[in-house]
């Protein structure tokens, strides 16, 4: 959530296309409509990634890059340790700094002006937890 703006980001596509998204959608909770238009889309394709809103941003972190062919053959690559960000007022994705582990199927929590991401995995499961803090 951002404001009154709910944000589905990324994820898998199983129609066409098939596989890791960079798409962004947005759903206004006052008029109840789902739009893509003008919204602009990540720099990477991510599925399971994690996404945290902070300061009028929204934050993702890992993820991991999925390419389909035809059929059920689905190519699930590793896990990122990249991040973006996006600035929904000036409709852009930044990259930023990225985290000391590679992560998907992460949480990410803001709390206190910085942001937290927990668990994981990124080849094997993770107890650890990221503190990022937004410059």
Known sequence: ML???MYVIGGFGSGTPRGALDSVERHGLEDEIWTTTGIAEMDTKRDGAAVATLGGRIYVF???PV???????CNIGAAFRSCEVSDPVANTWTPITSMF??????AAVALNGDIYVIGGSGGERLASVERFTPR
């Not at 390419?67 to 053959?73: A, D, E, I, T, V």
């Not at 582990?101 to 992460?106: F, S």
Request: proline share 0%; charged share 15%.
């Open 101 to 106: 582990a590679a992560r998907t199927d992460a």
């Open 3 to 5: 404001g009154d703006q």
């Open 62 to 64: 890992g993820g991991n």
């Open 67 to 73: 390419s389909c062919g035809f059929g059920n053959n």
